[in-house]
C-alpha cells in the first residue's frame, strides 16, 4: 500500500501548482485524506482534508481562500490547487490517510497527524523570488 505525493517545485510569489496524491493498492473512497506541509525548522501542520464519507472540506486558515483539494475518484487521486503562493507556503508537502477520522462524526481533530495512519513521502514546494 502506498500513497505517492507529486507536482511540487518551484514557484515565484504569487504563482501556482498542483499536488496530486495518488494510492495504490487501498481506495481512497475509503478514507479521510490530509495534506500537511513541514517548513525548515518547523512543526509538520495540516493545510487541508477531504472526508470521502461525507464529503466536508476544511482549510487551515492561512491558506483559505488559496488553496483548494479535490478527489477523483476514477483516478484514485486527492488534489491539492495551490493559488497565490507566498514563501510562508514553502516546505515539503504530504498527503496521508486516515481511517478513524473517515468515520468520525466530530470535526475538531481533521488536523491532528497522529490521527493519520499512512502518509505519502512528501514533495518540496519551494516559493521564492
Known amino acids: 500500500v502506498q500513497l505517492q505525493a507529486s507536482g511540487g517545485g518551484f514557484v515565484q510569489p504569487g504563482g501556482s501548482l498542483r499536488l496530486s496524491c495518488t494510492a495504490s493498492?487501498?481506495?481512497?473512497?475509503?478514507?479521510?485524506i490530509g495534506w500537511f506541509r513541514q517548513a525548515p525548522g518547523k512543526k509538520r501542520e495540516g493545510v487541508a482534508y477531504?472526508?470521502?464519507?461525507?464529503?466536508?472540506?476544511d482549510y487551515r486558515d492561512r491558506v483559505k481562500g488559496r488553496f483548494t483539494i479535490s478527489k477523483d475518484s476514477a483516478k484514485n487521486t486527492v488534489y491539492l490547487q495551490m493559488n497565490s503562493l507566498n514563501v510562508e507556503d514553502t516546505g515539503i508537502y504530504f498527503c496521508?490517510?486516515?481511517?478513524?477520522?473517515?468515520?468520525?462524526?466530530?470535526?475538531?481533530?481533521?488536523?491532528?497527524?497522529?490521527?493519520?495512519?499512512?502518509w505519502g513521502q512528501g514533495t518540496l514546494v519551494t516559493v521564492s523570488s
Open positions: 496521508a490517510t486516515s481511517e478513524i477520522l473517515y468515520y468520525s462524526p466530530i470535526r475538531t481533530q481533521d488536523f491532528t497527524a497522529d490521527l493519520y495512519d499512512r
Open positions: 493498492e487501498m481506495d481512497l473512497d475509503s478514507y479521510q
Open positions: 477531504i472526508n470521502s464519507r461525507d464529503g466536508s472540506v
